[in-house]
Structure formats: C-alpha cells, structure tokens
C-alpha cells in the first residue's frame, strides 16, 4: 500500500500486544489505513463495530488485529478436550475464507495463536482433523462449519469474538439462516465482541448487526470501492463479436501487462476465450464457478506468484478476492449489472497503486454501457488505437467448443432477445 493511501496514525501508538506489533513489523505495516484507524482505536476499547469497507482497504488486518488483541490479553476459557475457538470468522465464499487465513497466519505469525480454515469442496477429513487438534480462530465459510458443528466437532459456547465479512454477500448467497443458526450457538451479544464488514450497510445488513450485537455497535464506514476505481485509467473499444477474440489476443501482445484478468459473462465464454489465447501462444486458465476448489486455489496462488500471467474469470472471482499487483483488467465482455463492472476493475489499482482497465463494448452487451456510466458517474473514454490496427494478421482461430446440450435452441433464443448470436 502507498504511504498516500495510509493514515497518520501508527500501529506503534496503539495499544497492541508486542506479539502482533512484531509480526505487523515483519510485514512492513507501519501506518493503518483509514478503515484501521476508524476501527481498532473502538475495538480495543471494547466496541463492536459494523463497517462499510470493501476488500482492498485494510479490513481483514482490521478485524484480524482486534481479534487476536482480545484473544492474546483474555487467554481462552474453553474446557480441557473439545476443541473451542475463541474467535469464529466467517466468510462467504472459499477464496476469500482462505486469504483472511494466509492474512491471520502473517499478522499473528508470533502470537502463538492456533489458527484453521474450513470449506467446502475439498480437504473434509483434514480439516476435521485440524479442529480436531485445538484451535483458537476458526475461520471458514457456512456450510462446512455448520457441518462440523452439528456433527460436535467443535463448540461455540466460548466464542469470544466473531466476525462476520461480506455480509452483504452472505445474504446474496443465501447464506443468512445458517448465519443466524450459528450466531444463536455462540454466547449472547452482550458477552462477546461482534465485528461485522459489509460493502453496504443495507437495510437487510443492519437489522442483522441490531438482532446479534450490543446495543452501542458503532458503524464505521469508509470511502465505498467506487473511489478506488477512480485509480483505475479506464477505456473502452466498440468490437464487433466477431473481432473480440482476434482484438483480445493483439492487445496482450501489446500491452505490457505483467498480470492480466479477462472478465467473462459467462463460463463457455471464458472456455472460448481460453482456448483462443492458448491456441495464440499465451498461459492462461480459467477462473469460475465449475472449477474444482483444489485446482482454484491452485490457480490463484500461480497467479499471485506470475506463474500465471492470465487468469480468464466470470465474476464468482471478482468479488473479495485481494489479488495484488494485477496489472490489467480486460471485460471481455461489459457485465449485466454496473456494480460488477466496478468490482471488476477495482482488481487492479488495489491498495494504493494504479491500474488499466479496458472494457470490450460488443453488439451483445453494449447495451450495460450507459448504466455503467451513470453509475460511475463519467464518460469511458475510448482507446485510441482502432481495432483493425490492433488485430493481428497471424491470428490463429481455435477450436470450436463442443456443442451442449442445452446450446440446443439457444442460438434462436438469443437472437430474439440480444440482437446476433456471439461467433466466438
Ligand atoms: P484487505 O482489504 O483486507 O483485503 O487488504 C488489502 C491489502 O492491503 C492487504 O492484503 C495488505 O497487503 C494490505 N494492507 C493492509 N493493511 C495494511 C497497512 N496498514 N499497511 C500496508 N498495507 C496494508
């Protein structure tokens, strides 16, 4: 993060355990954000907070911090023999369970702290296994941890803290009975500290936050993600379907981009479009829904690492993952809804720095651009290069897809509904 995207306040002038101090040091982390320094000032003094802040700001350390303080001076009172987390974290979706664990295992690297992660689709009988074996912050996603609880694997009785991230996402995922379940197997509001983070603090978000925190919660909320996408050079291209592919390949072969991603509508769409920066010479893969948990993280770790220099990703990977250093972000295709168009390019220009976006306006979804740009409030400008100059002569077409199923009709349905079928 740039110093310009920090605040003044130091985590040296909190009053935090030496413990973290030294693993904040480790990480470099001298100044708070300004999501951090709204929020630990209030949660060391005990408050419970609900904060607007989307990922990218600092919020995971923040919740992190403030966990792991109270753990650190108000030692455990689970009983001898079954295992009882001081601290339960829970997050909608694998990913972003997964990075608030790299995240708890970096800040808390000297605190001694026994830390897990559990979620479904992968590792059922381990992560059993590493409950199983004591552990102080449980962090995981719904479904697995209600499994495990109901099955006794662990107890809620001694929770001292809970956080709830992306509140806002568990309802949109249907998550929020379950939610509710395991907050009313926890101790009662009063007797525990409730962090919650929501990219809105919606109706829906604060009537939760009411039911199952103290009274005095404090709401924090800090600039929305719409000003880091004013970080983001924006631009746009008119292409006909036809050109799209042919264009995506020519502008990666000129951009420098060190780690692009290719926003997709839809999951055969980024299958297509895999194959035809393959077919062109670059390592790509793709990022959605379908694909396996193990082979996700996988993924995500080699693009992390530039391993993997493409990832090709429907919008299951544009929400709360914190991918550093992306330095391009292509929407293959506009998205339906403009929220998702500003979710998307804030993948880049996260944290601080600066980023490209450049957006492929096509025949079948040009018809988003005007409530995309109501909604960031400007004009996309368009590149300047046109798209014939851009496509190259050695394009080499790839493969089609095998034909589904349910393709059968469709072609015929679209037509009716969005102009031309797509040719990619
Ligand atoms: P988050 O919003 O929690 O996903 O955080 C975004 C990223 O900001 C984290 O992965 C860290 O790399 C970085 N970060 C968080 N807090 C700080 C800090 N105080 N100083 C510098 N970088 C930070």
Redesign the pocket.
Same mark, same amino acid.
Request: proline residues 0%; glycine residues 10%; hydrophobic residues 35%.
């Given at each position: 993060?740039k110093p310009d995207h %920090?605040s003044d306040l130091t985590?040296a002038s909190l009053d935090l355990h030496p413990r973290l101090l030294s693993g %904040?040091a480790k %990480? +470099?982390?001298? $100044?708070?954000?300004p999501? @951090?320094a709204a929020c630990l000032p209030m949660a060391l003094a005990g408050k419970d907070l609900a904060g607007q /802040? @989307? *990922? +990218? *700001?600092?919020? *995971? &350390? /923040?919740f992190l911090l403030a966990t792991m303080q109270h753990l650190l001076t108000h030692p455990p009172k689970g009983p001898e023999g079954v295992p009882a987390p001081g601290a339960f974290i829970l997050a909608p979706t694998r990913e972003l369970a997964v @990075?608030i664990y790299n995240?708890a295992r970096q800040l808390g690297v000297d605190t001694g702290l026994k830390m897990t992660v559990c979620y479904g689709g992968a590792g059922y009988e381990q992560q059993r296994a590493e409950i199983e074996g004591g552990v102080d912050i449980l962090i995981g996603t719904p479904g697995r941890l209600i499994d495990f609880f109901k099955q006794k694997t662990f107890t809620l009785s001694y929770v001292e803290c809970m956080v709830l991230d992306e509140a806002d996402r568990m309802f949109d995922l249907g998550f929020i009975d379950d939610i509710r379940y395991l907050l009313h197997k926890m101790p009662k509001p009063a007797e525990r500290k409730s962090y919650l983070f929501s990219a809105t603090l919606s109706h829906r978000v604060l009537e939760l936050a009411f039911e199952h925190m103290k009274p005095n919660v404090e709401k924090v909320e800090i600039e929305p993600e719409q000003v880091t996408a004013e970080r983001v050079k924006q631009q746009m291209v008119h292409v006909s379907n036809h050109d799209k592919l042919p264009l995506l390949v020519g502008l990666l072969r000129s951009l420098e981009a060190t780690r692009t991603m290719v926003f997709v509508n839809t999951k055969r769409g980024c299958e297509m479009v895999e194959r035809a920066l393959v077919k062109n010479g670059f390592t790509a893969a793709t990022l959605s829904g379908d694909v396996a948990q193990t082979r996700r993280l996988k993924l995500l770790q080699d693009f992390k690492d530039g391993k993997l220099p493409i990832l090709v990703a429907t919008d299951v990977a544009a929400r709360g993952l $914190?991918i *550093?250093g992306v330095s391009h972000v292509i929407n293959f295709d506009l998205p339906n809804e403009a929220a998702d168009y500003v979710h998307r390019i804030g993948r880049t220009a996260? &944290?601080g720095s600066t980023g490209d976006a450049i957006s492929f306006v096509c025949e079948s979804h040009a018809y988003s651009l005007p409530e995309i740009e109501h909604y960031i409030g400007m004009k996309v400008p368009q590149l300047e290069a046109t798209v014939e100059s851009m496509k190259p002569a050695d394009y080499l077409v790839p493969e089609r897809l095998p034909r589904r199923e349910d393709d059968k009709g469709g072609r015929h349905h679209n037509r009716q509904r969005r102009g031309p079928p797509r040719r990619y």
């Open positions: 993060m %920090l985590f %904040l %990480l +470099g982390y001298e $100044h708070c954000t999501i @951090q /802040a @989307q *990922t +990218g *700001t600092g919020k *995971t &350390a /923040a @990075q995240d $914190h *550093t996260r &944290a």
